[in-house]
């Protein structure tokens, strides 16, 4: 990749991340908590100039069960789609317009805001080639990023291997119960936690500071895999210490919205703006919710949950622009399909195929990209035919974002960006 | 311990045998923890006793070894009948069709009357043999683990395992655990057969069939599906064959599906035209692919790497390969004679193989109860929860390429929850309480599969709830069915999953009955010091640095007060735990 001299970076981000790390000011030296921890490789690239953009973060948000997308970005001016959801479509009247053709669900005023802001970009019809309607199938491609074929590591974990030779800690943040296949990386250990207090090795004190000894000490083994297993069980001890108190000391009067067991992702994208906030050395968090799944009564459903999101991303935005971090971070929000365009009998939708992705952010330019699929012109099974892979949209955060010079090899093929980041990088 | 610095690194990729004067306790430990699942230092003490030679043998030609009497499968009887073929996913919509026009899908037979939810009866069916089918499958792993921790015949069931990675197959696509069972019948009985008898096996097999979409394979319609993972996954691997032949071969195997629950061919779904596969022309059936694949210079290769993959060490060079192709190909793919060959070599005991390999959650969790001494897997902590939580659920592979095994393994959260199982195995009492509602915690407790997804479900909001958790809360009460409807889904899931209730076998969730003081005492550790290292020889196959041990020892002569360990005190096996709770919390524990 190009090394971009310096003087080209907006100096007080990096300054920032200098002083920035818990706290803690510094000159030109590693920062005093990270040195000697697992987390001082990756808080190091911070500090050296190997990388365009090191300051950049991108948040991916993963709403899992397949969202409608018609019911989330509606195209009112189309009578088809009123003709095909007698029950279950939007009035024209309720919905939220962006344009004379599409407009959101009205529950997503926070999305609204964020699009008259210019910081939504919608990018529309997005799927790949042989649709799979199962869930963990079809999630497992987007996870991947390999549609129709096995494939052990995701595409966040091929893109850190590549990206970033040097294993380090800390690089990738899987907030989730269990990690996602998406950042399962051959080299780059991602930390996994959903409740940091879980993610903590169990026993009592002075039981605790023994093994922490034995951790530390420093033998020079012969035995590589040895060598490995101590250096994620470093990683695990510090980070588990470092996000416990990152999350348990981060206060901020911003809302994100409703919190409840059921709109996880505010909880979430709070423990996100505390990791950033306490300097993580981290450059792709993955979060999500789940719950789209609305084969049956979606109505209220997907009311509930399209605000808990819209609201979630938007307090997330302004909780960045507080803490002075809102130009380093682009979210991208995903589904593993869409649902089919005519409705079921229990009022609700079943599963689809092509569906919108989401980019957020200050630095995106707003407005629709892709193209809204034929509502008409359906495939066989009743579903809309994608028009826009959605490995375009891995590759614009991966390059016009992060910085990443050629995609190519991590999507296993020639997908263009979308130009949402363009002139304004 | 093992790993002796004197093993000369030279003994690398060298498979001639090792002498029997090089034998000793730290090898057969090796060779149990890799061939099995590890053991209780008398086990390991008995190989050693026997030599190499002796002791591979009885480890890889297990048919000659009697065997502790193996507990049948307590079925719950969830099924009407050993005929009855069980709904999957697929088959939802068609079944309420079939009902609509003939009154009865699925066994369930409805009256039709207006202006009532008279298909309910059906849908309700649909989620009971799914949700119920999920919690025998739960049961099934659990009697799995049962029988690799109390088997004379550890390498039987390792290889099943590995099988079972290698064959993927994932419950959730087939749903119906007879099939699965039927499945690991075949894994051990061809374990360390031929490869051939596996291969064409696994064609004809009811749950691989289902998996792979076999039965949709007919003459004029071949599924490819079926035909690329022979080739890709189970034979050859990717670059070894064109797209072309994969077609072919899935013309080959047209009309291979099933009658009811059996294997069966169907003459007139079969295509009998000439195919073209591999380059060479006929009028091919299954079994014929079977023997091309054989016959393909990329299958001995890519087998043999695979086994050894699992069975000793990640990287292995192409001389290596090449040569263990070799011995698998002379012995015309039979799997005992590429393994016999492996745990006699030099290689197999080189330093770049011992202690050398990450430990399987499924490993990690029946071997540390085989080395507790244990001969019933405990109830809790819960064995699918945690072998889930740590990447491996048993007939519950990621996809169809299975577990990637190695380093994947490990993340710092995986490596935590390790720690954190040892922990909760020790002190069963620790387990944290969900921060949950009580239905999930319910669900926890009794660790039955269905029970927990259906908590996810009303977690988020989009189904119904459980009897000890209010309508309201679940959001139930709030969606009614509609007055035409002529079913309600939320309503299903609910009937569905309170049948399951009723009608599931529950396995109690007993703790470990664990003795350590027993364990040392018999190994007549008197003090600090050789109870530290009795449970590194027990635990560790990799070497405990000396200022670890001097830590570890100062830590329990702290907890006992004093050098000498006093089996009367009652806070003794306490004090032990803590201690077995740290070396099992050390990285080389992770290690087989």
Request: charged share 15%; glycine share 14%; net charge negative.
């Given at each position: 990749m190009a090394n971009i001299p310096t003087c080209r970076l907006r100096g007080s981000r990096r300054d920032f991340l200098r002083s920035g790390f818990f706290g803690v000011g510094i000159g030109a030296s590693m920062p005093l908590v990270f040195r000697h921890s697992a987390l001082e490789v990756a808080a190091q690239s911070f500090l050296e100039d190997k990388e365009a953009h090191p300051e950049r973060i991108l948040v991916v948000v993963e709403l899992a069960g397949g969202n409608d997308g018609l019911n989330t970005v509606i195209p009112y001016g189309n009578d088809t789609y009123y003709k095909l959801r007698p029950r279950l479509a939007i009035r024209a009247a309720d919905v939220l317009k962006l344009n004379p053709r599409a407009g959101l669900h009205p529950s997503m005023t926070g999305f609204r805001a964020l699009w008259d802001q210019g910081q939504l970009a919608i990018v529309e019809g997005c799927g790949y080639p042989?649709?799979?309607?199962?869930h963990f199938t079809s999630m497992e491609y987007w996870h991947t990023g390999v549609p129709n074929a096995p494939e052990s590591l995701g595409w966040v974990g091929r893109f850190a291997d590549s990206f970033w030779r040097q294993p380090a800690a800390g690089r990738i943040v899987n907030i989730a119960e269990r990690q996602s296949l998406a950042v399962q990386s051959d080299r780059h250990a991602p930390i996994v936690f959903s409740d940091p207090n879980r993610y903590v090795r169990a026993g009592d004190p002075a039981q605790e500071s023994l093994y922490r000894n034995i951790l530390e000490r420093d033998t020079v083994q012969a035995n590589r895999t040895l060598t490995f297993l101590r250096g994620i069980a470093r990683t695990a001890a510090d980070t588990s210490v470092k996000v416990r108190q990152a999350v348990r000391d981060y206060r901020t009067p911003v809302s994100y919205g409703s919190e409840s067991s059921v709109s996880t992702l505010s909880t979430d994208l709070k423990k996100v703006a505390a990791l950033i906030h306490a300097g993580f050395p981290t450059r792709i968090y993955y979060a999500g919710i789940g719950g789209f799944d609305t084969h049956a009564s979606q109505p209220g459903a997907q009311q509930g949950l399209l605000m808990y999101v819209a609201d979630a991303i938007e307090g997330f935005c302004k909780d960045l622009k507080r803490i002075g971090r809102s130009a380093d971070v682009a979210v991208m929000m995903f589904t593993e399909f869409g649902r089919r365009v005519a409705e079921n009998q229990s009022a609700g939708t079943d599963h689809g195929t092509a569906t919108p992705m989401y980019i957020v952010g200050e630095k995106v330019r707003g407005g629709f990209y892709g193209a809204h699929p034929s509502l008409e012109e359906l495939d066989s099974n009743g579903d809309l035919k994608m028009t826009t892979d959605f490995r375009r949209v891995y590759a614009t955060m991966l390059q016009?974002?992060?910085?990443?010079?050629?995609s190519r090899a991590v999507l296993r093929g020639d997908f263009p960006g979308l130009g949402v980041f363009a002139g304004r990088g | 311990m093992s790993a002796d610095v004197t093993t000369p690194a030279s003994w690398q990729d060298d498979l001639s045998p090792i002498p029997p004067g090089q034998w000793s306790y730290d090898r057969a430990a090796h060779l149990l923890e890799r061939a099995g699942f590890g053991g209780a230092p008398e086990e390991i003490e008995e190989l050693a006793a026997l030599g190499p030679a002796a002791a591979v043998r009885r480890l890889v030609h297990y048919q000659q070894v009697a065997n502790v009497a193996m507990p049948e499968?307590?079925?719950?009887?969830?099924?009407?009948?050993?005929?009855f073929v069980p709904p999957r996913q697929e088959n939802f919509a068609q079944a309420l069709r079939d009902a609509a026009a003939t009154g009865e899908a699925f066994g369930v037979k409805l009256e039709r009357t207006p202006d009532?939810?008279?298909l309910q009866p059906l849908v309700n069916a649909l989620y009971y043999y799914r949700f119920s089918n999920n919690g025998e499958i739960g049961r099934v792993a659990r009697w799995l683990a049962q029988r690799m921790l109390i088997t004379r015949r550890p390498l039987e069931e390792k290889l099943a395992l590995f099988w079972h990675g290698h064959f993927a197959t994932e419950n959730d696509k087939v749903r119906d655990y007879r099939k699965i069972l039927a499945q690991w019948d075949l894994f051990r009985l061809h374990g360390n057969g031929s490869f051939r008898d596996l291969l064409l096996g696994i064609c004809r097999d009811p749950a691989m069939l289902i998996y792979l979409d076999g039965l949709s394979n007919v003459k004029g319609h071949p599924n490819e599906n079926f035909g690329r993972e022979i080739l890709e996954?189970?034979?050859?691997?990717?670059?070894?064959?064109?797209e072309s032949d994969i077609r072919e071969a899935a013309r080959a195997f047209t009309g291979w599906g099933l009658d009811g629950n059996r294997f069966t061919r169907r003459a007139e779904q079969h295509d009998t035209g000439e195919k073209g596969v591999f380059g060479r022309k006929g009028n091919f059936d299954g079994e014929q692919i079977v023997d091309l694949v054989l016959e393909h210079n990329a299958c001995a290769p890519f087998i043999a790497r695979k086994l050894y993959r699992y069975f000793v060490r990640e990287e292995l060079s192409l001389g290596l390969e090449k040569r263990l192709a070799g011995v698998l190909r002379r012995n015309r793919y039979r799997i005992a004679a590429l393994l016999e060959s492996i745990f006699l070599s030099k290689d197999f005991y080189s330093p770049a193989s011992v202690a050398t390999q990450i430990k399987s959650p499924v490993h990690l969790a029946v071997s540390t109860y085989r080395k507790l001494g244990l001969r019933e897997i405990p109830g809790t902590p819960n064995f699918n929860a945690t072998t889930k939580a740590l990447g491996q659920q048993l007939c519950a592979p990621p996809n169809v390429a299975g577990w990637k095994g190695g380093s994947t393994w490990i993340n710092p959260s995986t490596m935590i929850e390790r720690q954190n199982f040892a922990r909760y195995v020790l002190f069963p009492g620790e387990i944290p309480v969900p921060a949950r509602r009580p239905m999930d915690f319910v669900g926890d407790i009794i660790g039955q599969q269905p029970y927990q997804q259906m908590a996810g479900m009303a977690r988020r909001g989009d189904y119904t709830s459980f009897p000890n958790m209010s309508m309201e809360e679940s959001g139930f009460a709030r969606r009614p069915g509609t007055a035409n409807e002529t079913y309600n889904v939320f309503r299903g899931v609910y009937n569905g999953g309170v049948r399951t209730f009723q009608v599931l076998k529950i396995d109690p969730p007993k703790p470990a009955a664990i003795d350590l003081a027993g364990l040392l005492r018999k190994d007549g550790a008197r003090n600090a010091a050789a109870a530290v290292d009795s449970l590194a020889r027990r635990f560790l196959r990799a070497p405990l640095g000396a200022a670890d041990r001097g830590d570890l020892v100062a830590f329990l002569r702290t907890r006992l007060g004093g050098e000498a360990i006093d089996f009367a005190a009652p806070s003794l096996e306490t004090q032990l735990r803590e201690l077995l709770h740290l070396v099992l919390s050390l990285p080389e524990y992770q290690l087989a």
């Open positions: 042989n649709p799979n309607r199962s016009e974002w992060i910085g990443y010079g050629d | 499968f307590d079925a719950s009887g969830i099924f009407p009948s050993p005929d009532t939810a008279w996954l189970f034979s050859l691997g990717v670059g070894n064959y064109t």
